[in-house]
T-cell receptor, first 112, second 117 residues
Framework: DAGVIQSPRHEVTEMGQEVTLRCKPI?????LFWYRQTMMRGLELLIY????????DSGMPEDRFSAKMPNASFSTLKIQPSEPRDSAVYFC??????????FGSGTRLTVV | AQKITQTQPGMFVQEKEAVTLDCTYD???????LFWYKQPSSGEMIFLIY??????QNATEGRYSLNFQKARKSANLVISASQLGDSAMYFCAMREGFNQAGTALIFGKGTTLSVSS
């Protein structure tokens, strides 16, 4: 099992550019979560999906953020336009049961 | 109000000693799960241990054990015989609802553990 796969691992972009983060959950997992980690705010839930349907997006900071899950094996988190305060590590996690949540390696985003 | 509280920003311990990392939680749901994750300097989130609210016994996984005190709403992580490789950030997290996959984890702010030789 390859685990949860996130790409890219690192992303450096200029303010105002569009950024797309990608996640492939573990096969068979029907829940997918996007988190953001910063020093100031810790680990924050942005949005999560059950069976490809968005359930709770109350953590999405602004309309500049959007997430999709077009099928069970792929999700994207898009930021348009990006701002320096979006700089953070973005984690994707997936789960099949409520006892196990597996995290990807994260995407370190730097907006300059 | 915070759902997960970790009051120790940093902890220091010597190799081979035991250490307890504190975690208190707040929920009105009778069904919930408690988790501990380790985040080393490399950044990945590593699952350590799980405790369900209805579990009768404290969870153990190798050198990790969870001291679950339901009435006090605490779920402290105990690491026995600390090793240098235990130096990392440790997060306590909670899932509300009975063993449901479709519920997100809520995380505490974390505790940085430093193990010295």
């Amino acid at each position: 099992d390859a685990g949860v796969i996130q790409s890219p691992r690192h992303e450096v972009t200029e303010m105002g550019q569009e950024v797309t983060l990608r996640c492939k959950p573990i096969s068979g997992h029907n829940s997918l979560f996007w988190y953001r980690q910063t020093m100031m705010r810790g680990l924050e839930l942005l949005i999560y999906f059950n069976n490809n349907v968005p359930i709770d997006d109350s953590g999405m900071p602004e309309d500049r953020f959007s997430a999709k899950m077009p099928n069970a094996s792929f999700s994207t988190l898009k930021i348009q336009p990006s701002e320096p305060r979006d700089s953070a590590v973005y984690f994707c996690a997936s789960s099949q049961t409520g006892r196990g949540y597996t995290f990807g390696s994260g995407t370190r985003l730097t907006v300059v | 109000a915070q759902k997960i509280t970790q009051t120790q920003p940093g902890m220091f311990v010597q190799e081979k000693e035991a250490v307890t990392l504190d975690c208190t939680y707040d929920t009105s749901d009778p069904s919930y799960g408690l988790f501990w994750y380790k985040q080393p300097s490399s950044g990945e989130m590593i699952f350590l241990i799980y405790q369900g609210s209805y579990d009768q016994q404290n969870a153990t996984e190798g050198r990790y054990s969870l001291n679950f005190q339901k009435a006090r709403k605490s779920a402290n992580l105990v690491i026995s015989a600390s090793q240098l490789g235990d130096s990392a950030m440790y997060f306590c997290a909670m899932r509300e609802g009975f063993n449901q996959a479709g519920t997100a984890l809520i995380f505490g702010k974390g505790t940085t553990l430093s193990v010295s030789s």
